[in-house]
T-cell receptor, first 111, second 115 residues
Framework: DAKTTQPPSMDCAEGRAANLPCNHS???????VYWYRQIHSQGPQYIIH???NNETNEMASLIITEDRKSSTLILPHATLRDTAVYYC????????????FGGGTRVLVKP | DGGITQSPKYLFRKEGQNVTLSCEQN?????MYWYRQDPGQGLRLIYY???????QKGDIAEGYSVSREKKESFPLTVTSAQKNPTAFYLC??????????????FGPGTRLTVL
């Protein structure tokens, strides 16, 4: 399984962009990068995923480096409701398609 | 509204009792999953089901049982054999387990406390 490394925490100012880094240097060619977030005591919420190309949806943008060894999740205009733990996950293809959550980054959006 | 529902949100049981956690989805998803989350930890897969009347063990299936009699329902029973049942239990579903980009969507979770 490709493992991911994320900073344990980061602060962000409300209204500013939040850039969340993730390293996945052992990712294999057919593994996707997924991002989820979890607000305290709630179920994880899917944000975005990608393989090689940069992706954007209504929640965020995902920038994947050309060598695919790292990626960045961008929340363009952070709000207080974006305070959560953000998980970068590389998809495991075996064993029932499980998602392996690491420690994540605890993001605190401040007014 | 389409989504995944889990009930109840909080559940208390005495040690030695079996308890069943409910998970229902109206997304018409084929695959369903049960995860367990302990404080400050990531999720661990308990069981998953790709299709009705079929399910497989995940990484920590001991002390748990499931059934998949209907496509929209995947109840989890925490038996008395589970040594540390107190945890946050999360149900998820996805369109098809064999797709390369099969996104899982989660329910709100059930927090089980065994006294």
């Amino acid at each position: 399984d490709a493992k991911t490394t994320q900073p344990p925490s980061m602060d962000c100012a409300e209204g500013r962009a939040a850039n969340l880094p993730c390293n996945h240097s052992t990712i294999s060619g057919n593994e996707y990068v997924y991002w989820y977030r979890q607000i305290h005591s709630q179920g994880p919420q899917y944000i975005i995923h990608g393989l090689k190309n940069n992706e954007t949806n209504e929640m965020a943008s995902l920038i994947i480096t050309e060598d695919r060894k790292s990626s960045t999740l961008i929340l363009p205009h952070a709000t207080l409701r974006d305070t959560a733990v953000y998980y970068c996950i590389v998809r495991v293809e075996a064993a029932g398609n499980k998602l392996t959550f690491g420690g994540g980054t605890r993001v605190l959006v401040k007014p | 509204d389409g989504g995944i529902t889990q009930s109840p949100k909080y559940l208390f049981r005495k040690e030695g009792q079996n308890v069943t956690l409910s998970c229902e989805q109206n997304l018409n998803h084929d695959a369903m999953y049960w995860y367990r989350q302990d404080p400050g930890q990531g999720l661990r897969l308990i069981y998953y089901s790709q299709i009705v009347n079929d399910f497989q063990k995940g990484d920590i299936a001991e002390g748990y049982s499931v059934s998949r009699e209907k496509k929209e329902s995947f109840p989890l029973t925490v038996t008395s054999a589970q040594k540390n049942p107190t945890a946050f239990y999360l149900c998820a579903s996805s369109m098809a387990i064999r797709e390369d980009t099969d996104t899982q969507y989660f329910g709100p979770g059930t927090r089980l406390t065994v006294l």
